[in-house]
């Protein structure tokens, strides 16, 4: 393909470096830093909205725990055939790859929801301190799917096209060398547009508590939606669209109905007026 002056962005040499007898995978590594990262801002914006610190440190490590769990499953399940043609242990692989963020949000939310509400908690506190946490996590770990050669889109010749090794690439483009990297624009996404739109909106608009993260839901469900155009991994298709990207389009609808309804009418006045 033609190069504006041979840029792209490399495949990485490997996923893995050693540190004496441990294998580190930079997929983990980097998820983990997100979430680390992620958690500790969750539990500081719910610390300034009148809860418990420690406690929100609590229901976070159960709900990033079982977020995970939920994550595997949603992503295995439906292709349960091929993680385990080389053995039923790939299921339990997670270093390879293969976390369907959908499954691992909606997990992660239950979980912490029921906590929160059975431990007397601040329900809308939790989901507002999650709207500027979740994607924080979600633009740093995304950089995980770059070390393991995934979740990148159609063939591009853009200069900021990602290059995928043969061995990673689908059937239908073993022609093709460099892909649209639908990581790094979901990445950007989250650190660039929604942090920053989602806390200048917390200032400048009164908004009930928990309305917050039902915009950073239609945020993230509208980008989702858009990227799922260009994705090439395996996908469950239903009604003739990708499942993720119907669930992100009804996701958008639903939060949208339900932050009108909330912040209607004039419940949403700007700050000061």
Do not use: C
């Amino acid at each position: 393909m033609n190069r504006f002056l041979g840029a792209s962005i490399p495949s990485p040499s490997n996923n893995v470096f050693e540190v004496g007898p441990l294998t580190i995978h930079y997929y983990g590594l980097i998820i983990g830093v997100g979430v680390v990262l992620a958690i500790s801002v969750m539990t500081r914006r719910y610390e300034r909205f009148g809860g418990d610190r420690a406690a929100a440190e609590r229901f976070l490590v159960w709900a990033v725990g079982l977020g995970f769990v939920g994550a595997r499953l949603a992503y295995v399940l439906p292709r349960f055939e091929s993680v385990t043609k080389n053995g039923f242990w790939h299921v339990f692989a997670i270093w390879e790859g293969g976390l369907a963020l959908y499954g691992g949000l909606t997990v992660g939310f239950v979980v912490a929801v029921w906590m929160v509400r059975r431990y007397d908690g601040d329900v809308p506190a939790i989901l507002d301190a999650a709207a500027v946490g979740i994607p924080l996590a979600q633009g740093i770990g995304r950089w995980g799917n770059y070390f393991n050669q995934e979740l990148f889109g159609t063939p591009s010749d853009l200069p900021w096209a990602v290059e995928i090794a043969e061995r990673f690439r689908p059937v239908e483009y073993l022609d093709s060398s460099s892909f649209h990297p639908a990581f790094l624009y979901e990445s950007l996404w989250n650190l660039a547009v929604v942090i920053p739109l989602v806390l200048w909106i917390e200032r400048r608009f009164d908004l009930r508590r928990g309305s917050l993260f039902l915009v950073y839901v239609m945020l993230y469900g509208l980008a989702r939606f858009m990227l799922e155009f260009m994705r090439t991994d395996d996908a469950t298709i239903i009604l003739g669209v990708r499942a993720n990207q119907g669930f992100a389009a009804s996701l958008v609808i639903a939060a949208a109905t339900i932050l009108v309804v909330r912040e209607w009418p004039g419940a949403s006045q700007p700050v000061g007026e």
